[in-house]
């Protein structure tokens, strides 16, 4: 295609995208969510995961974490973006590399097959603490916590273990140490 | 037992409490309970308009014309989403509303009832907040909350959704208590450390600018006032976006008109070779910048504005100062008489060169046009509109495309808040409507809409609502036939595909004028333009102007999109002595 001399706005350099897991408190109220994530796709921005519940009843305090990659603009702007939204109480902003910041994703793992097959699914399992929930003669769920990526490596490389159904949530942070976030 | 009221007493309850005298709506069964309480409330007066999107914009020109905000008051379903246009239209330009609308009842919600739509999902992002009232209970501090969030941090459109049931159903009313603290959002916390960092970068530059934007406006007069000072105070030059214009005085010698797509070629030449940008209250709108890569390369940038979010958003700045407009002026204004008791004198001199070179930038005239004696050329309409209209203390708004941007440039205004435009938007058909809110405002002040033939006829059933009220508003339309800015792009840009940009059949404007019960003046030559110009301020109705225009006039100068400041396009005049050649025609 030809460029057109009737362009809108040139787009700029590209700069390098950076991983960020952006914890946001708020208000436990009818379409807090839509919200959060509106603003989201409204403005372009990018989800890679989302973990959301509340936590603390009393306060009707929510917390959602969303990991989403960008442009140190782009992050910038998410968060100033999220902390002008009015059920928004405070933003919190971690790189994926933080080593002061836990990063964790469950999933769960159905396999169906032999009790060989099963005990090697478990034995590759363990050491993302897995934990065995259901089993039958022919089958099994296990649970695992641990980063996105290495669920990622296992969900792939199980199937030969009969792997044949994958349950997942997005990640959740805490920082390290005594201190919270204020 | 304190008094139980209903609902809809208490929407009236809480407009009382904000001191609201006009509400800008349109009555259906889903707000019928308020309607109904409506007689009992005198202190409150409804403006009925036309369509949803009128009620929209005429609170958008009243909030903007008095600095108080605009309420609507609209039924569910059709209602609603007819006043999305302006909800989104008061968001990007930063003007305070508060719409009220009826929703259909609570049993009924999520059931596809008539006139049933998911108004809060939809106006989500066009909205700074909005409520679906689901408790009668929490009605009052809703209404109450939606006014703060409106007006409070940078001003915006909020809107309450309340079910029927909800209007009907009773509670009491606590008496309120205008809180004077701020919310949570508002942001004015910015130090005396940043401050002082400023004024040692402006007694540094050689080659500084102001870069003004609504922001000064929204600030209120006093912010207004308190720039003039601050330029008084420094020498330095001054150019505004669209929405600023009114808060520094178009014929001041420190001026240099608007700055941006269509700005003056001083206005632009001095924002992409300044070593020191101030911007105060805009926001580096793509209008503005043109390509971001480019965009003054060589200046420190510094950013006042109350939102956060908008610093850094598409520029990057050296030094963000995030407050209120009016107090960082006035603390600026406050350490430079405390350090710098003498800054203009000692300071004329570093900046001479730089204004010398501003006044060879000047003298290429950029707004200049090749009059005609044989037809009007709009932009002599709006000269001549302007000279026999600024002895009046005249509010002007307008509508979307080239004569709003020709009146942007030729219509010169000293004072805040007499200038109504979609800038952020660019809402086509806001300007009539916008003149209604305004007039209601200003009931004795002459309010002119400079209006294109194919923007008014967008919302031109409002003109309905202007004679039921008896408001004299004046609707300018230069008209040309074609939706000129379309046109002029096409010319430019596309080959001269002239595609559907011509209106084939138009309505007589001033049977038209006569239909609805006004009056209409047609103004076919230069000659008899300045007498028909001034029957129309001297006609106590509204009137409908057909000025007919040029119509194959364009609107220079232009930095052609995607280009930087300094590779603008200047008008035929320029162009017939500088032979465009090969680079420079590329551009276009």
């Not at chain 1, 994530?37 to 890679?48: A, C, K, P, Q």
């Not at chain 2, 904000?18 to 109904?36: C, R, S």
């Not at chain 2, 204004?333 to 004198?345: D, G, R």
């Amino acid at each position: 295609m030809t460029k057109s001399k009737s362009a809108y706005s040139v787009a700029g350099k590209k700069e390098k995208l950076d991983t960020h897991i952006i914890v946001v408190w708020v208000d436990n109220e009818a379409g807090v969510l839509a919200r959060v994530v509106g603003l989201f796709s409204g403005r372009g921005y990018n989800i890679e995961s989302l973990a959301v519940a509340e936590i603390d009843s009393k306060l009707n305090i929510s917390r959602i974490t969303i990991v989403t990659t960008g442009t140190p603009q782009v992050i910038d702007q998410i968060k100033l973006q999220l902390k002008k939204l009015v059920p928004v109480h405070k933003v919190a902003d971690f790189k994926r590399e933080d080593k002061q910041v836990i990063f964790k994703e469950m999933a769960l793992f159905k396999f169906v097959g032999n009790n060989n097959k099963r005990g090697k699914a478990l034995n590759a399992c363990k050491k993302y603490n897995a934990v065995i929930l259901d089993k039958t003669k022919k089958s099994c769920v296990i649970q695992i916590t641990a980063l996105r990526r290495e669920i990622d490596k296992m969900s792939k490389n199980l199937k030969k273990f009969g792997l044949i159904s994958v349950s997942r949530t997005g990640a959740v942070a805490m920082t390290r140490g005594a201190e919270t976030f204020k | 037992m304190p008094k139980l009221l209903s609902g809809a007493e208490i929407v009236f309850k809480c407009l009382e409490d904000q001191n609201v005298e006009y509400i800008f709506g349109y009555p259906g069964g889903a707000v019928l309970p308020i309607y109904d309480e409506l007689k009992n409330h005198s202190s409150i007066k409804h403006i009925l308009v036309r369509h949803e999107q009128g009620a929209g914009h005429a609170a958008e020109g009243y909030a903007r014309s008095s600095g108080k905000p605009g309420v609507v008051l609209v039924t569910s379903g059709p209602g609603a989403t007819n006043v999305v246009t302006a909800l989104t239209d008061a968001y990007m330009d930063s003007v305070p509303l508060v719409c009220i609308s009826g929703q259909v009842p609570t049993h009924l919600i999520g059931t596809d009832a008539f006139q049933e739509c998911d108004t809060t999902g939809i106006t989500r992002p066009c909205t700074k907040h909005n409520w679906l009232v689901k408790d009668i209970k929490d009605l009052s501090k809703i209404i109450h909350k939606a006014f703060e969030v409106a007006t409070t941090g940078r001003p915006g459109p909020v809107l309450v959704d309340i079910p029927k049931d909800i209007q009907f159903q009773k509670t009491d009313y606590p008496k309120f208590k205008k809180k004077n603290k701020l919310n949570g959002k508002v942001h004015n916390h910015f130090s005396q450390k940043e401050i002082d960092e400023l004024v040692k970068l402006m007694s540094k530059s050689k080659k500084p600018i102001f870069y003004t934007g609504g922001g000064v406006i929204n600030s209120g007069p006093k912010a207004s006032e308190l720039l003039r000072e601050l330029v008084a105070a420094t020498g330095f030059p001054i150019t505004s976006t669209l929405q600023g214009l009114g808060c520094f005085p178009g014929d001041d010698n420190n001026f240099l008109g608007m700055l941006g797509m269509h700005g003056t070629y001083e206005a632009n030449n001095a924002m992409h070779d300044c070593d020191l940008m101030i911007n105060i209250g805009a926001r580096f709108d793509d209008r503005i910048t043109g390509k971001i890569d480019e965009f003054s390369p060589k200046s420190k940038k510094v950013h006042i504005d109350i939102d956060p979010s908008s610093i850094n958003k598409n520029v990057k700045v050296d030094l963000p100062i995030v407050g209120d407009v009016q107090s960082v002026i006035s603390s600026i204004i406050k350490t430079i008489k405390k350090t710098k008791p003498n800054f203009v004198k000692s300071n004329k001199q570093q900046i001479s060169k730089w204004w010398e070179q501003i006044g060879k930038w000047r003298e290429k005239k950029s707004l200049d046009y090749i009059n005609s004696n044989e037809t009007i050329k709009p932009q002599y309409a709006v000269q001549r509109l302007y000279e026999l209209t600024k002895n009046k203390d005249t509010f002007i708004t307008t509508e979307v495309g080239q004569h709003q941007m020709w009146a942007a440039q030729h219509y010169k205004f000293d004072k805040p808040n007499r200038w109504m435009t979609s800038g952020g938007l660019g809402t086509m058909g806001y300007g009539l409507p916008a003149a209604v809110g305004v007039q209601i405002a200003h009931p004795k002040k002459l309010v002119v809409d400079i209006a294109g033939e194919a923007s008014v006829l967008m919302t031109i059933q409002e003109m309905s609502t202007a004679v039921q009220y008896n408001l004299p508003i004046k609707i300018f339309i230069l008209n040309n036939e074609y939706m000129g800015m379309v046109r002029q792009w096409q010319e430019l840009l596309h080959e001269k595909n002239y595609s559907e940009s011509y209106t084939a059949a138009l309505p007589d404007f001033v049977k038209l004028a006569e239909a609805y019960g006004c009056i209409g003046i047609r103004a076919k030559t230069p000659d008899e333009l300045d007498d028909k110009i001034i029957e129309m301020i001297n006609t106590d109705r509204p009137v409908i102007f057909d000025c007919l225009v040029d119509k194959q006039e364009n609107c220079f100068p232009m930095i052609p999109s995607g280009k930087p400041h300094n590779q603008m396009l200047l008008g035929p005049k320029d162009q017939e002595q500088n032979k465009i050649t090969g680079k420079g025609k590329t551009l276009v």
